[in-house]
């Protein structure tokens, strides 16, 4: 009986250890995290739409009705990596995610310069190099410190009504995301 | 010996049997640390953050969610009405009172996983601030239902439980010292098709 009673208090404690553990782990062996069902979208610096509305079931579940989005994949490994896109829409905001899909920055068309989509993310040691000698085309963008390698960048924009619906798409889908040279 | 082994293998059915379900439960559970709470809405302004707890990470992960940033905006989820009875699709709301500073707001009813629930209509089941019709003194009154209504009419349609995901975008609420003084409008029960 009374080993019977110390095997269910260990069974317990291992519940609890086994509790912690799997907790914490869920991240790191994740496969239906953001990054991943990207990348079984598309590539790496390829803006690929995240609503339903250009085919098939949305990427990544949870966006407002009212909000078309777009997302790539980047590795600040191969370089830094410059987001832009063409066009005025009502609303944008954008975000930088980590590869386990933390929330690192983000900022809106308010903090932009003349509300255009140009922004630049790199790691602080990429930083000081573009500082040194900063190109003339990279005059005007924002600049996005990440202390991180792989990476999501999100754009969301908003579509007030149906009129809207065309503008905004081509919005996001003359959005470019690539690696850039310094 | 025989009884060294089973017991054993008792212990540690418990342990990973145990250990799993809970951490199961605790990630499917709506509910979640960190939660803020005004009247029947609820948001979670730090999921998706490096400051979050680790269930809220886990939970990301799983879910693969992609939050909004503070600069983008902060989005409540109300899966109750002011009388503490849940959501249905087969009744008729009526959302009214004032709504906090911010650029703009949407409002849409969501089914369990929180997208947008299907009306089969061309109408979507979402309203935004730019759209409304406006009370004299700036609030706003949206009657929620499968009836068209005069005024703001938010369609929904089918059976079963229904949530309202209310997102402020562009807002100072969003940083947490905003929260303290935020009222939010009251969902009031207007009647049900039985």
Known sequence: MRSLLHALILGLLGAGIVHIVVLFLVPEFSERDAWSRLAMASDLYRMTRLDAEAGGAPVVKSVDPLFYAAACRFDLGDGLVRIRAPGDVPFWSASVYDRNGHNIYSFNDHNANGGKLDAVVLTPAQMIDVRRDLPEDLQGAIFVEAPIEEGIFVVRAFVPDESWKPIVSRFLEQSGCELQDY | ?194
């Open chain 2, 1 to 194: 010996m025989l009884k060294n082994a089973i017991l054993t293998l008792l212990s540690l059915a418990i342990a990973i049997g145990l250990g799993g379900y809970s951490v199961w439960y605790a990630l499917n559970a709506q509910d979640g640390v960190g939660a803020i709470r005004i009247g029947q809405w609820t948001a979670f302004p730090e999921v998706g953050t490096l400051a979050a707890d680790p269930y809220s990470k886990a939970r990301v992960a799983r879910e693969g969610v992609l939050a909004l940033g503070q600069a983008e905006g902060l989005a409540f989820v109300a899966e109750r009405d002011d009388a503490g009875e849940p959501l249905k699709r087969e009744c008729a709301y009526t959302i009214e009172g004032g709504y906090p500073t911010a650029r703009f707001w949407t409002l849409y009813a969501a089914d369990q996983s929180l997208g947008v629930i299907d009306t089969g209509k061309p109408r979507q089941s979402a309203l935004q601030s730019y759209e409304v019709l406006r009370q004299p003194d700036n609030s706003v009154v949206i009657s929620v239902g499968s009836r068209p209504a005069p005024g703001n009419w938010l369609l929904t349609g089918g059976s079963g439980r229904m949530y309202f995901v209310l997102t402020f975008y562009d807002t100072p609420i969003a940083s947490s010292t905003g929260l303290s003084d935020v009222t939010l409008p009251r969902i009031l029960k207007a009647g049900c098709n039985a």
